[in-house]
């Protein structure tokens, strides 16, 4: 997290904490302004968060497909904003993505993951 501002670190350790022992969550993705080094003072802290393929169903159905919090973040204004993904998703942008979707993902880092070879896909998705 080399070049990351430390109250964004704690955020992004507080979201890992929140998560990665959550069995509906498989891998969580770091992205945006902070994983760039672009973040400004107040910048939030973007996530894709990699669900099960039945919480994702279960949160399409449900129209529930966002995660935004205040609670993990200790900076004024901060917070962290998030999109729940599955591994189908990552899978076809890594394939077949178009250059906005691809470009979502450059610099973006894994802060956790029970994938195996998650970083290769991720990886090939920005190239």
Known sequence: MKGIREHH?????NLTKEYENDQRFLALIIGGSVAKNLAREDSDVDF??????EEYAHRKAKNDL???RTDLCDYPGGFVDGKVINLNYLIAVANKGNEPSRA???????AF???DNLETIVESIAV
């Open 48 to 53: 894709m968060i990699v669900a099960t393929d």
């Open 66 to 68: 966002f995660i935004n």
């Open 104 to 110: 979502a993902f450059d610099g973006t880092f894994l």
């Open 9 to 13: 670190k704690r955020a992004i350790k």
């Open 113 to 115: 993951s029970s994938i």
